[in-house]
């Protein structure tokens, strides 16, 4: 997905909160906001909004000394969202059909991002999951709620890759997951997190807290971007995403960088602005369930190595 116009405010937004978050004085803020607008001029809109993003959180870690502002958040948001996690397994358990729940909560976990909500009060959107579930869950028509192709292909696909997005959040992918290995032990599925910080997505540290190495294999994804950028992720991590059967893409960001993608992606998200819920065609606090079908690649025209900015 390209970048809109209507996107360039928001990352003003996004650096100030970051700066503030690791502790900036005014005049540092100051300073950091007017690199920004000194650097978007030069950013063609061509690149992903996460893309970008990775530029101006990494020039926030350079201004403000303070690479992983998001640290105590994450921290905090693992341990809430562990609290409730037996309830959540029970609601499962209990539930007519176990795997549309479990994707439902996987997606509803979505809420918790301080990249879009500055001012998030975790404990209030976990207790709006729990609460007022039917609220929360929207689901909309196939085009963007495509449940059936999901679980047809989930049936037949025995190397999954799970491509995670935040802190938090992690706890509602483990749910998912666990339904998914209850389904078919032998399923092999491979949990991608970032290499470093980078707002509050989520690092090896979070997957191991929150338990996902007890039922999948956590690798990085090479990269710090907001987003599953490929053209920033490793040769390691690229040669799994070609390779596997099936791709679940978690995420806003994730979805931004690979809208285009050319293999087939099931992107499980909340559209939390504008500009994602005109992409996608629904309205903002839908959830999403979308099958990408993605674009066959001619052969001998597969890009080798990796570009960084």
Do not use: W
């Not at 893309?51 to 403000?64: C, H, K, Q």
């Not at 549309?100 to 996987?106: G, H, K, R, S, T």
């Not at 989930?154 to 209850?182: C, P, S, T, W």
């Not at 995403?241 to 099936?246: A, C, G, H, N, S």
């Amino acid at each position: 997905m390209k970048t809109y116009l209507d996107c360039i405010p928001c990352f003003f937004k996004q650096a100030l909160a970051a700066a503030r978050t690791a502790g900036a004085d005014t005049k540092t803020q100051k300073k950091i906001l007017d690199k920004v607008a000194g650097i978007l001029p030069e950013i063609p809109l061509r690149f992903s909004p996460p893309r970008i993003g990775r530029i101006i959180y990494a020039l926030v870690g350079e201004m403000t000394g303070n690479d992983d502002p998001y640290l105590k958040e994450k921290k905090r948001s693992n341990e809430l969202a562990l609290g409730i996690y037996d309830k959540l397994t029970r609601k499962v358990a209990l539930a007519g059909d176990k795997l549309l729940l479990a994707v439902e909560l996987a997606i509803a976990g979505n809420i918790i991002d301080y990249g879009v909500k500055n001012s998030l009060d975790v404990d209030a959107e976990l207790a709006k999951i729990l609460d007022e579930e039917q609220e929360v869950i929207k689901k909309e028509n196939k085009v963007i709620f495509d449940y059936a192709r999901f679980k047809r292909d989930l049936k037949q696909a025995k190397r999954i890759l799970y491509l995670a997005d935040n802190a938090g959040e992690v706890v509602f992918d483990r749910i998912l997951i666990e339904r998914i290995k209850g389904m078919d032990e032998g399923k092999e599925i491979i949990y991608a997190v970032k290499e470093k910080p980078v707002i509050n997505d989520a690092l090896r540290a979070d997957a191991a807290a929150c338990g996902i190495e007890k039922i999948a294999r956590v690798v990085s994804s090479g990269s710090d971007a907001p987003g599953t950028v490929l053209s920033l992720c490793s040769n390691r991590f690229l040669s799994i995403y070609r390779r596997t059967d099936m791709v679940i893409s978690k995420g806003q960001g994730n979805f931004e960088a690979l809208s285009d993608a050319k293999r087939p992606v099931f992107f499980l998200f909340m559209a939390k602005c504008p500009v994602i819920a005109k992409d996608v065609g629904c309205k903002v606090g839908d959830v999403i369930l979308r099958y990408h079908q993605g674009r066959r690649r001619k052969k001998g025209n597969r890009r080798r190595g990796k570009r960084r900015m």
